[in-house]
């Protein structure tokens, strides 16, 4: 069965950056619409943005407001997302999903912890 492993996160200073990985094993997501989420202490898991590996479209939820990018990268089979310009307020466990049904019958990783001091 697919698994997703996350990495690249840590502790970053205000306006820092961060490039944050998602790597498939056990199998492939190149079919598969992959996404990245995040969870902020005591708060519902928020979509940030997704890449279709088919087309390469990309989509980002509003208040992601250009700070992030997300990219596939077929050598690697990776789909990453940069932050830039990062806030004390990003603070959360990151999380990459992949699916082609829905993201509650998707793949998920465990997460990565990123935060950002002031």
């Known amino acids: 069965q697919l698994q997703l492993v996350e990495s690249g996160g840590g502790l970053v200073q205000a306006g820092g950056s961060l490039r944050l990985s998602c790597a498939a094993s056990?199998?492939?997501?190149?079919?598969?619409?992959v996404g990245w989420f995040r969870q902020l202490p005591g708060k519902e898991r928020e979509l940030l943005a997704t890449?279709?590996?088919?087309?390469?479209?990309?989509y980002y939820e509003d208040f992601i407001q250009g700070r992030f990018t997300i990219s596939g990268d077929i050598a690697k089979k990776t789909v990453n997302l940069q932050m830039n310009a990062l806030r004390p307020e990003d603070t959360a466990v990151y999380l990459c999903?992949?699916?082609?049904?829905?993201?509650?019958?998707?793949?998920w990783g465990q997460g990565t912890q990123v935060t950002v001091s002031s």
């Open positions: 999903a992949a699916s082609s049904t829905g993201w509650d019958n998707g793949y």
């Open positions: 056990r199998g492939t997501f190149d079919t598969l619409i």
């Open positions: 890449f279709n590996w088919d087309s390469t479209n990309t």
